[in-house]
């Protein structure tokens, strides 16, 4: 959005008012690739009975299935991979290639780094640049797509800097920020590192650059994402590049909560537990999708660990941090799941007591290790434990939440609630955005109405399943 915007276009959420519709797909699981192919057919009406003249097609899907998509769906004008973002300026017609140099500088330099050659850096960080672990998946094959008819040939090399420009499309308090592409991890059930290469981080500075332009522009809250944040700078052969990153942005002035979203579990290190214990705008809040509990699984999913290690592992973290908040996901039914296998994830579940979980049915993905191999459960059985373990979660959510009651916390006001007009809705440090529960405000004191993006103190006075009711007070 940043580059069209720069380039001259004008940006419409609305694809009834749009000359050009850019779609950006997912590819990650069966029914994420549905959704984004349900999505492309959907606005290919606009172009046979609309005003839109162009239909763009972006992101993982088009990694995935790049012939069948121009095959199968002759509305499709233009297919963006993850790796040629810059390539959306011909795409949407915004820059005609023949007249690529008329390009603002700010692309042209976007685009060089695309080409792996990143402006000289002074950084002393920059030491190497890959990391050894990928190097050797990459030579056992781990990011080949040779079994993949149609996919796109290249793999991903690509990442943004401070310098590409930039549009948020979250509200203006609130922004992600991308640390890191790409994943070296083995895990037998995802095809993410065939679709977005291998780890890379972005230079240090850059982070830093960005999130201070951010926070000088009005943004309170900075969640960082990548596959596995906590790899970071491992490439530039930096140790605990998360916390010195996480240390220095909690420096920058105005930026009340800094988090970031996905932790590996053998990757949480002391400093890093330090480093947010010890900061008050770092939010106590990991994240660390564990996929199973059972030791036998875990082999075969090709991540190691299991309940007896993870259970010390979140002592340690609630040990390190005093009321930290822990979320994680299961993916439940993978091949060969055993119902006892089964039972050891519930039974963990029951122990670990995380604040949020979330529960995945497996999906079978042509290209992940684990697509021949084990027995397939049925979709039925699959879902059947899913909702089991779902419920398992549910007791223990309403609980923890109850707890909560009479408790006072930071809110940052959201607006208006999505479910009633009657109620405000926020979040705590305790909630990320968009993923976990809800704080429905039903009080303020008189005369003063909270406004959309501020921080305020409030009270719990009510507790459900997964949301719950404050006041402000
Ligand atoms: S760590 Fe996450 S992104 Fe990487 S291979 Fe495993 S599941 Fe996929």
């Known amino acids: 959005m940043g580059l069209l915007a720069q380039a001259g276009a004008e940006l419409t959420p609305n694809a009834e008012d749009a000359d050009v519709i850019v779609v950006n797909t997912c590819s990650f699981i069966g029914s994420a690739q549905q959704e984004s192919i349900d999505t492309i057919l959907e606005m290919a009406r606009h172009k046979t009975g609309g005003k839109a003249k162009r239909l763009v097609v972006a992101g993982c899907l088009v990694e995935r299935f790049h012939d069948e998509i121009r095959k199968n769906i002759p509305e499709v004008d233009a297919l963006v991979g993850t790796g040629e973002l810059e390539e959306i300026l011909t795409a949407a017609g915004v820059v005609n290639p023949d007249r690529s140099a008329g390009v603002s500088p700010a692309v042209a330099g976007a685009s060089r780094s695309r080409l792996g050659q990143p402006a000289p850096d002074p950084s002393p960080f920059n030491i190497l640049?890959?990391?050894?672990?990928?190097?050797?998946?990459?030579r056992q094959g781990r990011f080949a797509r040779d079994s993949w008819d149609g996919a796109v040939a290249d793999l991903p090399n690509y990442l943004y800097d401070d310098h590409t420009p930039r549009v948020l499309a979250t509200p203006e308090y609130s922004a992600y920020i991308k640390i890191a592409e790409g994943c070296d991890h083995p895990c037998s059930f995802c095809i993410i590192p065939q679709l977005r290469g291998q780890f890379r981080?972005?230079?240090?500075?850059?982070?830093?650059?960005?999130?201070?332009?951010?926070?000088?522009?009005?943004?309170?809250e900075i969640t960082l994402i990548g596959q596995d944040t906590t790899c970071f700078g491992e490439d530039f052969g930096l140790k605990d590049g998360l916390a010195l990153l996480l240390e220095k942005l909690a420096g920058i002035e105005g930026l009340q909560w800094i988090?970031?979203?996905?932790?590996?579990?053998?990757?949480i290190t002391r400093r890093?537990?330090?480093?947010?214990a010890a900061h008050d705008n770092i939010c106590s809040y990991?994240?660390?999708?564990?996929?199973h509990a059972s030791a036998a699984v875990l082999k075969r999913m090709k991540r190691g660990g299991g309940a007896d290690l993870f259970l010390r592992s979140i002592e340690k973290m609630r040990r390190a941090i005093p009321g930290v908040t822990l979320r994680t996901s299961f993916i439940v039914g993978f091949p060969g799941e055993t119902e006892k296998e089964f039972e050891e994830l519930c039974s963990f579940v029951k122990e670990a007591d995380f604040d949020w979980m979330g529960a995945f049915g497996y999906s079978d993905q042509e290209g992940a290790g684990a697509f021949d191999h084990g027995k397939k459960l049925s979709p039925r059985e699959i879902e059947s434990r899913r909702k089991s373990l779902m419920s398992i979660q549910k007791k223990i959510s309403k609980s923890k939440k109850k707890s909560l009651v009479g408790r006072e916390f930071d809110l940052l006001l959201e607006g208006a609630s999505t479910e009633s007009d009657l109620l405000l809705e926020g979040r705590t440090a305790m909630h990320a955005p968009e993923i976990d529960g809800k704080v429905f405000v039903n009080d303020y004191p008189d005369g003063n109405e909270p406004k959309k993006g501020e921080f305020y103190r409030c009270r719990i006075t009510a507790a459900h399943d997964y949301d719950l009711v404050a006041e402000i007070v």
Do not use: M, W
Not at 129 to 138: L, M, V, Y
Not at 203 to 210: P, Q
Not at 286 to 291: A, E, R, S, T
């Open 272 to 276: 890093l537990l330090d480093t947010i």
């Open 201 to 220: 981080s972005r230079r240090f500075e850059s982070v830093i650059a960005e999130a201070e332009r951010l926070a000088q522009s009005g943004v309170r």
């Open 129 to 138: 640049t890959s990391r050894p672990e990928g190097d050797h998946r990459r």
């Open 286 to 291: 990991i994240d660390v999708p564990l996929q």
């Open 259 to 267: 988090r970031f979203l996905y932790a590996y579990p053998n990757k």
